[in-house]
């Protein structure tokens, strides 16, 4: 459930994590992107009606409905199967994020050399390769922790690559103004799929192994590749003249990000907020099924029901920011999920299991509500005033930071629960969480009723 802005997760992080609103024509902001516009965003009509953009959001959801499956299976594989201690909890989830600190600056000046739609087709292909080695493994009596470590890895650097792409993808793919409404419904339907995903999983739980529901988590994964094939856009590949040494376009694209004040403190927020929910989460699987004594498909009910305030949030973004404020809806949706983080450990307090359930319900809804509002309006106001030609480098830059400190939350979550439990652990992800909103609740941001919609010298 991390502040992070993924549409896309990494096997390794824990379920229920969740990571990240057309008109008539205009002429494009500047040339570039011209040359990088797909042809409805010459067109007129509303972004659900544009073809391209239909087979980008169908294959999306099924994917993301797929990846839910697959982190209900991961963990019970871990620790019901394979018996996996805090630590090895805590270097999976840390497999699973480490590509964003690895390779995460490079993939952005790689992606904005390379053609996105393509990049993101073989992304999806390495991950449904290296989900399907889990139940091969399995069924020849071979799976060990090891294994889940390396398949949690390649699927990480396989994410960085679609992430960035995909996440540079939308406004080319768009017109400007549909920017945001492309991000609104492409995350309620990812929402869909997890409040859905992860109740289904738990169920078929009862009748099927969890390596054999990893297979659904493949399909998803072709399914996104088959749709994304179907796409047709006027993407070009940058000249390679223009291409400068990889450690000055990385350099470029660090710059763009440090120099903008906004997005600077956005990334700082939801770097912090990164660790601590890190922190917190990737013990989540273990405080269910083993503190609280749940069974699997308990766990999953939890994680679709709260994921609920995902849709709640993705349809309300838009209205929340016309009637508190654009700009001010980041830092109040910052802070409102650090305390709402609270949850997790607070179950272990309750006098019932029933009690515990109705906690975690209500913490999953309000996080899931929260970071859907901080994740739409924050991307949204990225993608629209970053230079078409930066996107990749932008994202990527952001990715590195905010995720970068993922494996560490990760591995530290792991290394401090063996010594002081599980639920001393999470309150510590709760403070550090809640002060992680202070770069953005102490900025312009607070009051501003609209946010920056142009790229610089536009």
């Not at 992860?198 to 169920?203: K, S």
């Not at 305030?309 to 910052?334: K, N």
């Not at 530290?412 to 969480?433: D, E, F, K, N, Q």
Request: charged share 15%.
């Amino acid at each position: 459930m991390t502040t992070s802005d993924t549409p896309s997760d990494p096997t390794g992080l824990p379920p229920g994590a969740p990571a990240a609103p057309g008109t008539a024509q205009e002429p494009p902001v500047e040339s570039p992107t011209s040359d990088l516009r797909s042809e409805p965003a010459t067109g007129e009509g509303p972004v659900w009606r544009d073809r391209n953009f239909g087979f980008l959001w169908a294959g999306e959801t099924v994917a993301q409905f797929g990846v839910q499956l697959g982190h209900i299976a991961m963990p019970v594989i871990a620790i019901e199967l394979l018996r996996a201690t805090e630590l090895q909890v805590g270097i999976l989830n840390a497999a699973g994020v480490a590509a964003f600190l690895l390779v995460g600056l490079p993939a952005g000046a790689w992606v904005d050399r390379w053609l996105k739609r393509a990049t993101m087709i073989r992304a999806d292909l390495v991950r449904a390769a290296a989900v399907l080695a889990v139940p091969a493994l399995w069924f020849g009596d071979l799976l060990a922790m090891w294994h889940l470590y390396v398949v949690a890895a390649v699927i990480g650097v396989a994410t960085v690559f679609f992430d960035v792409s995909y996440q540079s993808y939308v406004p080319i793919l768009v017109r400007p103004e549909q920017v945001t409404d492309a991000n609104s419904k492409l995350e309620t339907t990812a929402q869909i799929a997890r409040v859905a995903g992860p109740g289904v999983g738990g169920l078929l739980l009862k009748v099927i192994s969890a390596p054999m529901l990893m297979v659904s988590d493949a399909i998803g994964y072709l399914v996104s590749a088959a749709c994304l094939s179907r796409v047709r856009d006027h993407e070009r590949p940058s000249r390679r003249e223009d291409h400068g040494r990889l450690r000055e376009d990385i350099a470029e694209g660090l710059g763009f990000v440090w120099r903008h004040d906004l997005i600077r403190r956005i990334m700082f927020c939801t770097s912090i907020g990164n660790l601590g929910f890190v922190l917190a989460f990737t013990l989540a699987p273990l405080l269910i099924l083993r503190e609280l004594d749940f069974d699997p498909w308990v766990m999953g009910a939890v994680f679709s029901v709260g994921a609920v305030g995902g849709i709640v949030g993705a349809l309300a973004t838009p209205w929340l920011g016309r009637w508190m404020g654009e700009g001010t809806l980041i830092p109040v949706s910052s802070l409102a999920m650090g305390a709402a983080l609270a949850a997790l450990p607070l179950a272990a307090l309750a006098p019932s299991k029933t009690v515990a359930f109705v906690v975690l319900v209500i913490g999953e809804f309000t996080i899931s509500f929260t970071v859907l509002a901080y994740n739409i309006m924050q991307v949204s106001m990225r993608q629209r005033v970053c230079p078409p030609r930066l996107l990749g480098r932008m994202n990527a830059s952001i990715r590195f930071v905010v995720w970068g400190v993922m494996p560490i939350g990760a591995l530290l979550s792991g290394v401090i629960a063996t010594r002081v439990g599980v639920v001393p652990t999470m309150w510590v992800g709760v403070g550090i969480t809640l002060l992680a909103s202070a770069p953005v609740l102490f900025s312009p941001l607070l009051g501003m009723r609209r946010l920056p919609d142009r790229p610089a010298g536009a």
